[in-house]
């Protein structure tokens, strides 16, 4: 579960551009994902980071630029062709079967059978097994593989799901707004899971739009604003405050306060005054 040991990035995009229509989604857009790190992806609403997601996930093709796994340039048609390379997504919405098994969902879409022919069925035994045995390895002890998945908070299903993905081989897991839904105490559980995810080897993508819990736990830090890459800096070069800053599109507000700092110098002069007592 580690990259190339020539030091070639598992993930990289090299001036990536996405058009839909005549929409610019996203434009020259480079950042790289190693193993062993967490990448964060920080932007507001409508800042191409959807648009990202699909793109890297295979759900989307790209329209310039070059996006290269291993170093080999590719150009994904499914989520599938991500997946064979080892790319996975965990999405907000989990996919998941609320009234079945955690170890069902754990293996939903990829089930162990056992026996050949019509006598082949499900070997429940390995699954539980297996679910069980891979949730703890993560630091994950729940009480009852067979309780409804439904049952766990959403913290938790986040964290089976990371869990999964690592069974299943990913390499690099892309997190979409894993703690948006969460509370405080359960946005800590996920973010632990993530460090947990980075230090067994993964390269992880976490979506956000919170500068708090990306600097948590990220290693790198890539904003975007209106489709293009605003930052992109290691986290040894970068403060919460500035990353904060970045977010919240630093250059317009500062332009803003200067604007409303005129604004109140004009309506305080003695001149404004004149006029507004005449």
């Not at 990448?39 to 793109?55: E, M, Q, R, W, Y």
């Not at 991500?82 to 754990?106: C, E, H, K």
């Not at 708090?212 to 736990?217: G, K, L, R």
């Amino acid at each position: 579960m580690t990259s190339n040991t020539d030091g070639v990035a598992v993930v990289e995009l090299d001036g990536v551009g996405k058009n839909y229509g005549n929409i610019c989604a996203l434009s020259g857009v480079s950042l790289a994902v190693e193993a062993s790190e967490v990448t964060c992806i920080l932007g507001d609403n409508g800042a191409g980071k959807s648009t990202l997601i699909k793109v890297i996930s295979g759900l989307h093709s790209y329209d310039e630029g070059r996006y290269l796994v291993d170093g080999e340039q590719v150009r994904f048609t499914s989520p599938r062709d991500a997946l064979n390379r080892g790319i996975a997504t965990v999405y907000q919405d989990l996919a998941v079967v609320p009234l079945m098994s955690v170890w069902r969902n754990f293996f939903l879409g990829s089930e162990v059978t056992k026996g050949t022919g019509p006598w082949r069925r499900l070997d429940v035994t390995a699954m539980r097994e297996t679910a069980d045995a891979e949730l703890r390895k993560m630091g994950i002890d729940l009480p009852d593989i067979d309780q409804p998945i439904g049952t766990l908070s959403g913290g938790q299903r986040q964290c089976v799901a990371i869990a999964r993905a690592i069974h299943f081989g990913a390499r690099v897991l892309i997190l979409d707004e894993p703690t948006a839904a969460l509370g405080v105490k359960q946005a800590g559980v996920v973010l632990k899971y993530v460090a947990a995810a980075r230090d067994a080897g993964l390269g992880v993508i976490l979506i956000t739009h919170n500068p708090h819990h990306a600097f948590m736990v990220g290693d790198h830090f890539v904003v975007l604003r209106q489709g293009q890459v605003e930052l992109n800096a290691a986290r040894r070069d970068l403060t919460l405050d500035a990353l904060t800053l970045h977010m919240a599109g630093g250059a317009e507000l500062e332009e803003l306060r200067h604007e409303l700092d005129r604004l109140e110098a004009t309506s305080t002069s003695p001149a404004s005054a004149g006029w507004k007592n005449g």
